[in-house]
């Protein structure tokens, strides 16, 4: 089974709000991603859990964070939503060794208004 | 550090013929490269992967040869079916550090009867 699971799938917050989004896999997998997909760009990796160790991109160091409570949840919380966190947010896990396939939730569309 | 490009942001085409889907890449390290495609309201999903030179690998109609050589890994297939609908995203990993996916902007590609 190669399932990761994104809840919710859309969610509507008002600017100020905080917002936070969940993601499991049942792969035992070692390591979960959060990416952002905005229109017309390339996913861009925001954070990732190896293990229980956090790893954040040095350019979103600050708006995200994240926790991962046991191996198959993560999940992805902003403490004070803009309207620039408007997108499409990716969950998806993999075994660390570079090459290995990430497997993708469906995503979680959010819209900040 | 590692970038994915991919020109074409759309192609549209006749269902029955062939399909070339480019993808170029940077890195200084020894890459593996992946095929992704998102069909509406789905999960992305691998399509193909390589991390061999100049060997073509193929899945579900879809082929692609890694050449280290001009940095390339594009898609390829004979005959476009309608159901090949989809956003293809070429994605790039190495072997060194964790399993961080770059990704290209990805191509829409629409197949009409």
């Known amino acids: 089974d190669t399932t990761v699971k994104q809840n919710p799938r859309y969610k509507l917050a008002r600017v100020g709000k905080p917002v936070n989004l969940i993601c499991s896999q049942t792969?035992?997998?070692?390591?979960m991603y959060w990416y952002q997909k905005k229109p017309n760009q390339a996913p861009k990796l925001l954070l990732f859990?190896?293990?229980?160790?956090?790893?954040r991109e040095a350019d979103t160091f600050e708006k995200f964070q994240s926790s991962r409570p046991n191996n198959s949840f993560c999940s992805l919380y902003i403490g004070s939503a803009g309207l620039e966190y408007s997108a499409m947010y990716l969950c998806?896990?993999?075994?660390?060794?570079?090459?290995?396939?990430?497997?993708f939730g469906e995503g979680s569309r959010l819209i900040v208004v | 550090g590692d970038s994915v490009t991919q020109t074409e942001g759309l192609v549209t085409l006749t269902k029955g013929l062939p399909v070339m889907l480019n993808c170029t890449y940077q890195?200084?390290?020894?890459?593996?490269l992946f095929w992704y495609v998102q069909h509406l309201n789905e999960a992305p999903k691998l399509l193909l992967k390589?991390?061999?030179?100049?060997k073509r690998t193929e899945h579900q109609g879809f082929y692609a040869t890694l050449h280290k050589s001009s940095s390339s890994f594009h898609l390829q297939k004979s005959s476009v079916q309608l159901s090949d609908s989809a956003l293809y995203f070429c994605?790039?990993?190495?072997?060194?550090?964790?399993?961080?996916?770059?990704f290209g902007k990805g191509t829409v590609l629409l197949v009409s009867p």
């Open positions: 994605a790039l990993t190495h072997d060194s550090g964790y399993n961080k996916l770059t």
């Open positions: 390589s991390s061999t030179d100049n």
């Open positions: 792969m035992n997998h070692d390591t």
């Open positions: 859990y190896y293990d229980k160790i956090l790893n």
């Open positions: 890195t200084t390290y020894s890459p593996f």
């Open positions: 998806a896990s993999s075994r660390r060794t570079g090459g290995n396939t990430l497997y």
